[in-house]
């Protein structure tokens, strides 16, 4: 579950482009970045510093 959400205009988690991201915490503990354009669909934990596109 989120608890908190917000976005922000910076790089992309892969460095490609500079997009509209957010950026997420879980209950967890996981902060994830999230990029909003269709085109690249990758995901990154800030914590493990894996990326992955979307589930």
């Known amino acids: 579950m989120?608890?908190?959400k917000k976005v922000l205009k910076r790089?992309?988690?892969t460095?490609?482009?500079n997009?509209?991201?957010e950026i997420?915490?879980?209950k967890d503990g996981r902060i994830t970045e999230k990029c909003l354009q269709e085109s690249c669909?990758?995901?990154k934990c800030k914590v493990c510093g894996k990326a992955h596109l979307y589930d």
């Open 24 to 26: 997420s915490r879980h």
């Open 2 to 4: 989120i608890t908190y």
């Open 19 to 21: 997009v509209e991201i």
């Open 41 to 43: 669909e990758v995901q």
């Open 11 to 13: 790089y992309c988690p």
């Open 15 to 17: 460095r490609e482009h």
